[in-house]
């Protein structure tokens, strides 16, 4: 019997030692799994974070390139970017910009023309113009003085003795105001408003001031005779020179924040669209000098482009109109004066 009792024991001893041995060694299987991933999953690993260091380079290259970009637009603001300035004939906050011949409007192939609603109704311009942009033609104008940016809001109190708030309230409209300051843009201003504007402004300092032609904004606006035939007054990167619907926020900005164009004049691309003198009229080929547009019509001419329109709208090409009596929270003006 204690022979018996003695091989149970054992019998038992043996029977732990098999399961503590099966147990340790599948604990340490399961740490060299934890403990040593597969080659695939390593060389997948090491291939993420390859890709990831490529993408972050290409980042920081281009955020490099577009940082000198603008950096080299706004060093050109000391030398010829104030091209425009040098006369004493033109009142204070204005420049001088020089006459000469330019080829007003598109010069898009025929096939891409559209008309109003784009290529099947999509938004989608980019490289395509407006059939009222064409036919390109030559324009030449004389001399004139151009404002430097668009009418503030301390300048219109100053002449017409309301408030922003007063043309929102004449605008009837439901909208917020969307930009209050003194070096905020006028809006919420109607063609006639605007053109009463010059007539009291005249009246005040004994000089003629009026609107620009059509054909003086854009020639101004293509920077004049220092244009570089860049796509957007003063440059091809709509960042740097304009508040647009791609960073304006929704709201209007205060003039001059952006780079200014070759003849050192602010936001003549974005901000707020500009009242100009002229009825709209479709344009010929003929060759013209000094033109202001028709006699008579239903729309006045917008220029430049605002806070809320797409890149494409803010081209020198570009043409808009609307009624003049009108109002809209993203249009304004800018005067000029003959020297």
Known sequence: MNFIAEAARVLSALCVLV????????????????AKPSEDSILKAEEEKFIEQIIDS???????????????????????????????????DMFFVRGGTFTMGGMPRRDEVVDAKGSEGSLDYSGRFFKWEIPAHSVKVNDF??????????????VMNTT???????????????????????????????????????????????LLTEAEWEYAARGGEHSKNTKYSGSNNLEAVAWYEGNSGRRVHESCLQVKNELGICDMSGNVSEWVGDWYADYDDKYEVNPKGPSEGSNRVLRGGGWLNFAY????????????????DYVGFRIAVDP
């Open 19 to 34: 399961i503590f041995t099966t147990i340790s060694c599948s604990k340490k299987e399961a740490e060299k799994k934890v």
């Open 58 to 92: 290409i980042i920081k290259v281009e955020q490099q390139e577009e940082e000198e970009f603008i950096k080299g637009l706004k060093s050109m603001e000391s030398t010829d970017r104030g091209a425009g300035r040098a006369s004493s004939n033109c009142p204070a």
């Open 145 to 158: 003085c151009i404002a430097r940016q668009q009418v503030s809001q301390k300048e219109w109190y100053e």
């Open 164 to 210: 922003l708030q007063k043309q929102h309230e004449l605008a009837k409209s439901r909208m917020p105001l969307i930009g209050e300051g003194d070096n905020f843009p006028m809006y919420y201003v109607n063609w006639y408003e605007a053109v009463e504007y010059t007539h009291k402004l005249s009246r005040k300092t004994g000089k003629r001031y009026r």
């Open 313 to 328: 709208f803010c081209r020198v090409a570009f043409r808009g109109s609307s009624r003049p009596d009108v109002r809209y």
